[in-house]
């Protein structure tokens, strides 16, 4: 049977932790072995060198007095004796050893009066005669002292596997519950409602960033999907029309009896084809630039020549229209990273707008850098666009009645929008006192 993932995710945080600190109390254990043994080992050297400069500086009887003198603080630990030829006592507190008998440091068994045979390390001196200087200590302290350590150190292990095993659990707990916040979220958008959003606890975790992510994500569709929705309706009643003309003239066209009025019925609907074609070529283009499908034929180029270019090509039509057209162009403009054709459109669509929407005056086709952003746009001095009424102009289909021309599609600022998206930038419609600011602000990167 598979365990739940909670009680999984708990045991292996538990495994790692019990390595983990099986490796750390490995490491203790031998270091505090090696310490103790090193401590030992230099105290039986230095309390050997003491007794051996009482012999230096005497004789034998001076060092038993010396050794008398030094049992007689009753350390339990120490051994000090005088060993004959044979290896049997002489003097001190040593009466048995089972262990290496010669000169040098040694460890065995040593034994007292009174008392078993203890483990010990121990250092043999040679003396006059073939005697041999005892001096040495227990390993019972240090043992102890181990053993009480090992103790303590395998409580600390057992309370640490029973705190990673909680943790573990707990943390499992946390990630199942924000993973299936996620999932429940996902269900229900899946199952058509779109309202639903991922929970933040507020923390500012990486879960929290996802589930921002994630929201922002569900934003965005529900924003297509509406965009969508409206899209459909609006083309759905402004295709109505057209088509029914197109219709009403097709019918006239093939009753008609008189030649010229035929001709001038298909010429009609020649127009009115043209004008399904537009409108349906833009909704194209407003669809792929918010799909960002043009951004694999972006290409460095000159904003500066771009707005030239666009101002000697619509100089003969504004001033056909009665209208003078100013090109303002800013001084050392940066290069630009984008679609040419698609930025041409979209200031093409503002010189348009601005032709309909406020005829006779002055159009000026700007192109400036401030700081780190490139202002591309149109400013006239027709009627404007209230405050309130920019957010309707930005949409699909969207007119405004009170300086709507004949014939528009309600299209234009759409597709300047999402040109500017497409470039990561956005479109802005300001005050010109009077007239309309419509400027397309994008961001300049550095060239590699």
């Not at 290409?299 to 500066?304: E, H, I, M, N």
């Not at 619509?314 to 056909?320: M, N």
């Not at 459109?345 to 700081?371: K, V």
């Amino acid at each position: 049977m598979r365990l739940p993932t909670g009680l999984r995710v708990a045991l292996l945080a538990a495994m790692l932790t019990l390595a983990a600190n099986l490796a750390v109390v490995g490491f203790i254990r031998w270091r505090t072995h090696d310490e103790s043994a090193g401590l030992i080992h230099r105290q039986v050297i230095e309390e050997g060198s003491v007794l051996d400069d009482v012999y230096a500086t005497g004789d034998e009887a001076a060092l038993e007095r010396a050794i008398t003198d030094i049992l007689a603080a009753r350390d339990p630990q120490y051994f000090a004796a005088i060993l004959g030829p044979n290896g049997r006592p002489k003097a001190g507190n040593v009466t048995a050893i089972d262990g290496p008998i010669g000169a040098g440091y040694h460890s065995g068994r040593l034994g007292r009066r009174g008392a078993p045979p203890v483990e010990a390390a121990y250092t043999l001196r040679p003396l006059a005669g073939g005697d041999l200087l005892l001096s040495g200590r227990s390993f019972a302290q240090r043992v102890a002292f181990e053993s009480t350590l090992e103790r303590s150190l395998l409580l600390a292990l057992a309370v640490s596997v029973l705190l990673g095993l909680g943790a573990g659990y707990v943390l499992a707990r946390y990630v199942d519950r924000r993973v299936r916040d996620i999932a429940t979220v996902a269900d229900r958008i899946g199952d058509g409602d779109m309202t639903h959003r991922v929970p933040l606890s507020g923390t500012g975790d990486a879960f929290d960033g996802l589930a921002g992510q994630v929201n922002r994500m569900l934003d965005r569709i529900g924003a297509l999907m509406e965009e969508l929705r409206l899209l459909t309706d609006c083309l759905a009643h402004d295709l109505r029309s057209p088509i029914g003309r197109l219709r009403a003239r097709i019918d006239a066209a093939m009753a008609a009896d008189d030649e010229v009025r035929r001709e001038a019925l298909f010429a009609g609907v020649v127009h009115e084809a043209d004008s399904l074609m537009r409108i349906l070529t833009t909704v194209l283009e407003i669809g792929r630039a918010e799909a960002m499908a043009p951004r694999g034929q972006f290409a460095w180029l000159d904003p500066g020549e771009l707005v030239t270019e666009l101002t000697e090509m619509y100089e003969p039509i504004v001033e056909e229209a009665g209208v003078a057209l100013v090109l303002d162009k800013g001084p050392a403009l940066l290069p630009l990273f984008g679609h040419r054709q698609l930025l041409a459109q979209a200031i093409t669509n503002l010189l348009d707008n601005a032709l309909n929407y406020a005829p006779g005056g002055e159009l000026r086709l700007f192109a400036h850098c401030e700081e780190e952003v490139l202002r591309l746009g149109v400013a006239d001095r027709g009627p404007g666009i209230a405050p309130e009424d920019r957010a309707e102009a930005r949409r699909q289909f969207g007119r405004l009645n009170v300086a709507r021309a004949p014939g528009g599609a309600g299209l234009g600022l759409a597709l300047v929008e999402a040109v500017a998206h497409l470039h990561h930038g956005q479109l802005e419609l300001e005050d010109n006192k009077p007239g309309l600011i419509a400027a397309l602000v994008l961001p300049i990167r550095a060239r590699d």
